[in-house]
């Protein structure tokens, strides 16, 4: 029996299969039918058209489906333990490429970079994550580390695994950065506080804050860029 009388959907899947691989992108596709490309390879016999409209409805937007949890994912009709992972691995797997793509993906030579580096680290994440970047004389990363993970409001900066993470890297200044997936990406007034705080004990022992940089979907703020710290002084008041 030929194949696609047997399963009629073996032919939409492979025109968005061709189509996808002759636009080499989503350009042109609408978002339920990303989903259907993408289910294909967890669900190899059942059509993935209404399970595609039955995400998007619950999450809202691609953008929802994208981010949300495995365990929710897999609550819709049809989705399924494999599915979920699949789709839960999208947006991780873009951090990973645009760590990749960076222009210079070792050095942080200015304020854009340290954007960019910072939207890599964080993008697609749905609770607050702090970070310390740590940099050699030459600017080259020697070393990140998570120091911790909040709720969608707020995340606390460590003093002391602050201080010994920059101490383990020997660097010569640190980048910090953190996410505010809920809201904006201005700082509140503590995100300042603390700020000023880990400055003051890292110029102690003469390691320098270059900026603070927060993250809020894809848009960046930076504490350098706005006057809210200042890398150039050992102190601040």
């Known amino acids: 029996m030929d194949k696609k009388a047997e399963n009629p959907h073996i032919g939409h899947r492979e025109k968005l299969r061709n189509r996808f691989m002759q636009e080499n ?4 596709f609408e978002d339920h039918q990303i989903l259907e490309l993408l289910l294909f390879y967890a669900n190899a016999r059942s059509d993935t058209n209404p399970i595609a409209h039955a995400l998007l409805d619950e999450f809202g937007s691609l953008k929802g489906v994208l981010e949300a949890r495995p365990d929710m994912l897999a609550r819709v009709h049809g989705v399924g333990e494999r599915a979920a992972t699949l789709i839960s691995m999208v947006v991780p797997l873009t951090r990973v490429w645009n760590r990749c793509a960076m222009e210079v993906p070792d050095k942080i030579s200015n304020s854009r970079e340290a954007e960019k580096y910072c939207l890599s680290l964080l993008a697609g ?16 990363v020697v070393g990140k580390r998570m120091i911790s993970e909040g709720s969608l409001s707020e995340v606390s900066a460590y003093p002391r695994k602050v201080m010994e993470t920059a101490l383990n890297y020997n660097a010569h200044s640190v980048l910090f950065c953190h996410n505010h997936p809920g809201g904006t990406c201005a700082p509140s007034p503590e995100d300042i506080a603390s700020t000023l705080q880990l400055q003051r004990l890292l110029n102690g022992v003469g390691i320098l804050v ?12 930076s504490m350098i860029q706005h006057g809210d710290i200042d890398y150039r002084t050992k102190t601040r008041n």
């Open 25 to 28: 992108g989503f350009e042109s």
């Open 125 to 140: 994440h749905r609770t607050e994550h702090f970070y310390v970047i740590s940099l050699n004389a030459k600017c080259a």
């Open 210 to 221: 270059l900026d603070h940089i927060i993250v809020a979907n894809e848009s960046t703020y």
